[in-house]
């Protein structure tokens, strides 16, 4: 079992995914969640109670998970603390799902499991749909592998395991908007924009081949073609994710576009929370 549940930053893919276009998630150690035992119930932050009675009323659920164990430990004060800001997009109930399903599924289950990864993502977005409407269980899996995950084309996740160069060369930042946001709001809006003609051309024609070729090069260890990628990725967002960028935030946006200094996107489903920003 791990120790520590990192965040989790999906570094591409926001809206592509749900478009059935490809993603990439990487883990984000700065902020984690742990298991902790609590001297009196008083310590205890967050009550995964509720969460244990979910669990229990999943026949599928209940079959892949000791809750029985899960229980005991709730009355002996086990909890998850957690430094991970919640709905800012970086993955505070990936990080819970994650360590629950860590302590309690047993080792045999989860080494089948990381043959098929398909499935594992499915399960553990059961148990993420207590959080979320619907739950991809993508953040989960990113964060209990602790590897990044290149999310191809049909949904199908990969591991990757080999170093990527140029993402440990990147200066990644999180720019705080302040602003308090509901993903499933911004979510439901693109859902909508996307049942038109002109919107969904748009998103299949330019926008996932865009995803698409900036996740490649960054992969690839492309530096110039990363960097021409990203900025047009970021123009598009700009342009065509008004609904998810908060106003405040348009004049720096596009600040930074014209110097090239600072390259803004999306962190996850926007609206408020953290906004990406690559500093050159």
């Known amino acids: 079992m791990q120790q520590l549940y990192p965040s989790k930053l999906l570094l591409f893919g926001e809206y592509a995914v749900i478009a059935g276009g490809e993603g990439l998630a990487i883990p984000y150690p700065k902020y984690k969640t742990t298991w902790a035992q609590a001297q009196t119930a008083d310590e205890i932050t967050y009550d995964l109670r509720p969460f244990y009675k979910y669990l229990k009323s999943s026949e599928q659920l209940n079959s892949i998970l000791d809750l029985e164990k899960f229980i005991e430990d709730l009355q002996n004060n086990f909890f998850l603390k957690s430094d991970i800001p919640i709905g ?25 499991r990381a043959v098929n990864l398909k499935l594992w993502k499915s399960e553990l977005a059961s148990m993420e749909n207590y959080f979320h409407e619907t739950s991809s269980g993508l953040d989960p899996l990113v964060i209990i592998l602790n590897k990044p995950i290149h999310l191809l084309h049909g949904d199908e996740p990969r591991v990757i395991t080999e170093d990527i160069p140029l993402l440990q060369e990147l200066n990644i930042s999180l720019f705080n908007t302040a602003i308090e946001r509901k993903a499933s709001t911004q979510i439901e809006m693109f859902t909508n924009k996307i049942k038109t003609d002109d919107f969904s051309e748009l998103i299949r024609e330019k926008y996932l081949p865009l995803v698409d070729s ?17 900025t047009a990725l970021s123009e598009f967002q700009l342009e065509n994710f008004v609904f998810a960028i908060p106003e405040s935030m348009h004049e720096k946006w596009r600040e930074g576009l014209n110097s090239g200094k600072e390259i803004y996107k999306l962190c996850g489903a926007g609206g408020g929370g953290f906004m990406l920003c690559f500093n050159r």
């Open 214 to 230: 900036t996740i490649e090069a960054l992969i690839l260890n492309n530096k110039e073609d990363f960097y021409l990628h990203l």
């Open 88 to 112: 800012m997009g970086l993955g505070s109930s990936g990080s819970v799902v994650a360590a629950i399903y860590d302590k309690y599924c047993n080792q045999t289950l989860k080494s089948n």
